[in-house]
């Protein structure tokens, strides 16, 4: 399998931004090379399985992470926090503040719907680099790689816990049509330290989603983010 789909073009100033250590190109290149520039180019390689392995390690990563800051927080706690931390709106925000959106190589249909914004694309994109970065330099600097980047995320209030994903989608309903969306949780699930909550997500009164999660501020995180997937709505609230 050819791991080299299309040459990528990055600046020196890019890469810096980036914070991606010199050498594993193949590895950054497939890293940056969306589904969709796959297809078009006909070649048998995209991020898919990088994203994959790099969402293992910061799922690990953050765990450790929170674990050693938090010594009072049980373990409902570090479920919620570690949930926001490496939800879609806040690894989409991490990639846009680093670029990630300059350098994605999409197929010439998805990059004229402004698919280089939308917060799956750009999320896949940051895990895949984890991935690749683990595989060219090892685990440390893939730990390197994310403390640099999400600092501000981890370090982040409980309070603040998805917020991010929700106000992307409030914002879109509002400038669409004034509107709010409105969160219903329709079910609880397991006993009351293991609970799984299911919340479905409407706009305009329909339906258009449904996410779960430990808790209902989580549960509601994941419906607006299946929400805005749905509706193609981008991380600059465009669609």
């Not at 991010?164 to 879109?172: A, F």
Request: proline share 4%; glycine share 12%; charged share 25%.
């Amino acid at each position: 399998m050819t791991l080299v789909v299309a040459p990528l073009s990055m600046t020196p100033a890019q890469r810096e931004r980036l914070g991606i250590p010199a050498g594993g190109e193949a590895l950054v290149e497939l890293a940056l090379t969306h589904p969709s520039r796959r297809h078009q180019a006909g070649a048998g390689a995209d991020n898919e399985r990088l994203e994959f392995l790099g969402d293992a390690i910061l799922g690990a990563v953050v765990a450790a992470r929170l674990y050693a800051d938090d010594a009072a927080a049980e373990e409902g706690d570090l479920s919620e926090r570690r949930a926001a931390v490496v939800s879609r709106a806040a690894l989409a925000e991490v990639a846009l503040r680093i670029g990630i959106d300059e350098v994605l190589m999409l197929g010439e249909g998805e990059a004229s719907r402004g698919g280089a914004r939308r917060p799956a694309a750009l999320a896949a994109a940051f895990e895949a680099l984890i991935g690749a970065i683990y595989l060219s330099h090892g685990f440390a600097a893939a730990i390197t790689f994310i403390e640099g980047h999400m600092g501000a995320e981890l370090a982040a209030p409980r309070a603040a816990l998805g917020k991010g994903i929700k106000t992307l989608l409030q914002e879109w309903t509002q400038a669409r049509n004034g509107s709010l969306p409105r969160y219903d949780v329709v079910a609880t699930t397991g006993p009351e330290h293991d609970r799984t909550y299911e919340c479905v997500v409407r706009v305009d009164g329909s339906e258009v989603a449904r996410g779960s999660g430990p808790s209902r501020r989580a549960a509601e995180a994941a419906a607006a983010e299946a929400a805005i997937d749905l509706l193609g709505i981008t991380a600059g609230g465009e669609k």
